[in-house]
């Protein structure tokens, strides 16, 4: 298998330093690629996939993987993840390893797997998105001079005044109007760090999960966290999820996240599956 590992110099909080120790340790027959600007993951994947390089993989983040995943989709060429991010919620749903060096060794014993792979206005994500307090919290995280977990939980807490918005959505012929202070769009279970929006979540059942956060009373709040960070959160009353492969969504304020990356849409929005388009390396043992 010859494989074209892109690495992201400057996701999370620097995991990757002395990496490519481990992947001339562990791994044959690759090229190493650094990026050194935003979108260049993109190109170098998609030059991969038409130079029929088995397959791409991701050293970074769920931004990392995001812009791997635009030059991959209904490709022959396969994406895998070295998880070095501040989250690594795709990495980690696929069972990679949090010690860097058992992840490279994990790459030496994958299954191809074809997964689905989702779009916000026709701008592809594969693992959790959304719009409402996430997509907030993923823009002021962007602005960041240090990341990580906790920087992120801290942002978390200080952001906790949010209100909830009204949105308009419309799926499976019903149309409704919710107050909430999110929807994530969740092909896969987590944000990462095992923070899980919606542990029941299958990238494999040509289904999206359209997690509904609800209204409710803010003293709450730290429960609620609780149950997400112990992947109980679809058991909270206070989430409704609706399964289905299309949803669009009307709201005064369009800001969404693909995969913890902001991005600013236009009305409507419409969220829909792409089944089976994606191939990428899972660690064996997992289904």
Partial sequence: MKIRIIINPISGTGKQKGIEEHITKHLDNFE?????????????????????????????????????????????????????????????????????????????????????????????????????????????????????????????????SYNSKEYTIRYNNIKRTVNAYMIAFANASQYGNDAKISPMADFQDGLLDFVILKEFPKWKIPFFLLKVAIGKAHLSKYIEIIQCDKMTIRAENTLLHLDGEPFKASNPIEVSILPKSLKILMPNGKK
């Fill in 32 to 160: 190493i690629i650094h990026t050194r600007k935003s979108g260049d993951a993109i190109r170098i994947s998609k030059e991969a996939a038409n130079e029929n390089i088995d397959a791409v993989i991701a050293v970074g983040g769920d931004g990392t993987v995001n812009e791997c995943l635009k030059g991959l989709v209904n490709t022959n060429t396969a994406l895998g993840v070295i998880p070095c991010g501040s989250g690594n919620g795709f990495a980690y749903h696929i069972g990679m390893d949090r010690t860097i060096e058992k992840a490279v060794k994990q790459l030496k014993n994958t299954q191809i797997k074809h997964i689905d792979t989702c779009t916000a206005n026709g701008v592809p994500f594969v693992n959790v998105s959304g719009i409402g307090f996430d997509a907030h919290i993923a823009n002021l995280f962007l602005t960041l001079t240090e990341r990580g977990f906790v920087n992120y939980v801290k942002l978390v807490l200080r952001e906790l």
